[in-house]
């Protein structure tokens, strides 16, 4: 009879999350994952089998946690106009980083590195903006200023609003530059305001 396993799959994912949060995934070493999440070498492969397998789990659990949090509230009919919703999200994001947090996005990070030369990990991390940015484009569909606009457009404005998401989600990471992560919202307010077609 096999023996049950003396640790939470759930919480051991959350504790490998904040590992990799912090290095990414090239520099986040085992032993740096195994003191995290506070499991042995052989726990960790009988759970995850690997490296690579765990952080797969990694990203489906970020999606879970942080993606579809942020599009509940680009999409909530409770909540405001649609562009009110987009200049939150983007000024949380100028809010974190006042407030220290500089860990950016797993996603963003991801899609700015080289384990993007992996397509099961490409394809998670693709997943999970892609589904960020359909969160977008439902707010605008719901966006005053946006209601004439063509599906077309939307899609135009919703992807470069992802664009400067993820970019500036890159620089929160890397210390950011003065003025542009601090502005976050009043640049998507400059996205928002463009003519359609």
């Not at 504790?15 to 960790?44: I, N």
């Not at 579809?68 to 909540?79: C, E, F, H, R, Y």
């Given at each position: ?80 106009d649609g562009t009110t ?113």
């Amino acid at each position: 009879m096999a023996r049950p396993r003396e640790f939470e799959e759930a919480d051991a994912v959350d504790r490998a999350l904040q590992v990799f949060w912090k290095s990414g995934f090239q520099d986040a070493s085992l032993p740096d994952l195994l003191e995290g999440m506070g499991l042995t070498r052989g726990s960790l492969y009988k759970a995850f089998k690997d490296k690579k397998n765990l952080y797969l789990n990694v990203l489906d659990h970020y999606e879970v946690t942080a993606v579809d949090t942020g599009v509940a509230k680009l999409t909530d009919p409770s909540g405001p106009d649609g562009t009110t919703r987009i200049l939150r999200l983007f000024s949380g994001l100028s809010q974190a980083v006042s407030d220290g947090d500089q860990r950016g996005c797993v996603l963003c990070t991801a899609a700015a590195g080289p384990e993007m030369s992996d397509p099961e990990i490409a394809a998670a991390v693709r997943r999970g903006l892609a589904k960020l940015r359909d969160g977008i484009e439902a707010a605008l569909d719901v966006s005053e200023r946006h209601k004439g606009f063509a599906k077309d457009d939307k899609h135009d404005v919703a992807n470069a609003l992802l664009g400067q998401y993820v970019g500036l989600k890159v620089l929160a990471r890397a210390g950011g530059a003065i003025g542009i992560l601090e502005g976050a919202d009043r640049h998507a307010r400059l996205i928002l305001s463009a003519q359609a077609g």
